[in-house]
C-alpha cells in the first residue's frame, strides 16, 4: 500500500469533509449535549467508509480499460475541484462561524441516530463528493493502490468525526471563531487546487 497514496485519498476526504454544513453541526452539537456521541460519530465514519468504498470500487469497474473515460473524468475532476477550491476561498472571505446551540430536552437514541442518517444521506452533496468525486479519482490507481486510497480516505473521515464528536468542548470556542473558518476553508482551497493540478498532468 503506497502512503503517498493513501495520503492523496487522506488529504481528499478531509478536504472535503471540513466545512461549515449541517451534519458537521450536528456532530458538533450532540459532543456539545454529550449526548451519543459515540453512536453518532460511529455512524457518519461508517456511513462514509461504505460510501467512499463503494465509489472507489464501482468506479474502478466502470472505469476498466476505458483510458478516454479516465482522461475525462480526470479534466472534470480537475474542474470541480478547482471550483470547489475558488467556493472555499470565497467562503474565507465572509464572516461566517458555526452554531452550536443546545437543546435542554435529551432525545432518545433512535430519534438522534434518524438526524444523523438525515444530515448524512439527505444530502445531495455526499453522493458528488463521497461517490462521484473521490470515487473517480481513486479508482484511476491500480487495485493495490485503490485499497490505501480507501484506507486514506475513510482515516480522514474517521478521524474528523472523532475530533469534533469528542472534541466538540475544546473545539466549540474556535469553531464559533469566523476567523478559525477562514483558515480551514484556505487550506481547503490550497488542497483542491493542488490536487486538481496533479489530475490536470494525468490528463496531459
Not at 7 to 33: D, E, K, M, P, T
Not at 57 to 80: C, I, P
Not at 174 to 185: E, G, S, T, Y
Request: proline content about 2%; overall charge positive.
Amino acid at each position: 500500500m503506497s502512503f503517498a497514496i493513501a495520503s492523496q485519498g487522506f488529504a481528499l476526504s478531509l478536504g472535503l469533509i471540513v466545512a461549515i454544513g449541517a451534519q458537521n453541526a450536528y456532530v458538533l452539537r450532540q459532543g456539545l449535549r454529550r449526548e451519543y456521541v459515540g453512536l453518532v460519530v460511529i455512524f457518519c465514519a461508517a456511513m462514509d467508509a461504505l460510501l467512499i468504498s463503494a465509489g472507489v470500487l464501482g468506479m474502478a469497474t466502470l472505469l476498466g480499460e476505458n483510458a478516454l473515460l479516465t482522461k475525462g473524468l480526470s479534466l472534470v475532476g480537475a474542474v470541480f475541484l478547482s471550483v470547489y477550491g475558488w467556493h472555499a476561498l470565497q467562503r474565507a472571505r465572509q464572516q461566517d462561524s458555526l452554531s452550536t446551540t443546545t437543546q435542554a430536552v435529551r432525545q432518545s437514541k433512535t430519534h438522534v441516530l434518524l438526524q444523523a442518517a438525515a444530515f448524512t444521506l439527505l444530502n445531495p452533496h455526499v453522493y458528488l463528493d463521497t461517490v462521484l468525486l473521490i470515487g473517480s479519482i481513486g479508482a484511476q490507481h491500480s487495485v493495490p493502490d485503490q485499497y490505501g486510497f480507501i484506507v486514506g480516505a475513510c482515516l480522514a473521515s474517521a478521524v474528523w468525526f472523532f475530533s469534533l464528536g469528542f472534541g466538540a468542548k475544546r473545539l466549540a470556542p474556535i469553531f464559533a471563531k469566523p476567523r478559525a473558518w477562514q483558515i480551514f476553508d484556505i487550506v481547503i482551497a490550497l488542497i483542491m487546487w493542488s490536487i486538481a493540478i496533479s489530475l490536470l498532468v494525468n490528463f496531459l
